[in-house]
């Protein structure tokens, strides 16, 4: 399956990725899904994503 992800080094302290375990575990997500889950949600509040240009994302999509 082809796919327009693009694999980039993310450097986080042990905390944040510690608390991004525990949430992503929360919500059955793996830590990647749920830190892009973040930071598209933060993109679309702050009018960084176009509509239409990337799939938005609900509150319960895995």
């Keep these: ?3 327009d992800k693009k694999a980039y080094p993310l450097r986080l302290s ?4 510690d608390a991004m375990q525990r ?3 929360d ?5 990647n899904a749920q830190i892009e889950f973040v930071l598209r949600q933060a993109l679309y ?8 240009k ?4 609900a509150d319960n999509d895995q």
């Design 1 to 3: 399956m082809a796919t």
């Design 14 to 17: 042990s905390h944040v990725l």
């Design 23 to 25: 949430w992503a575990d």
């Design 27 to 31: 919500e059955l997500r793996s830590v």
């Design 45 to 52: 509040k702050n009018g960084r994503l176009k509509p239409g």
């Design 54 to 57: 990337v799939k938005p994302v």
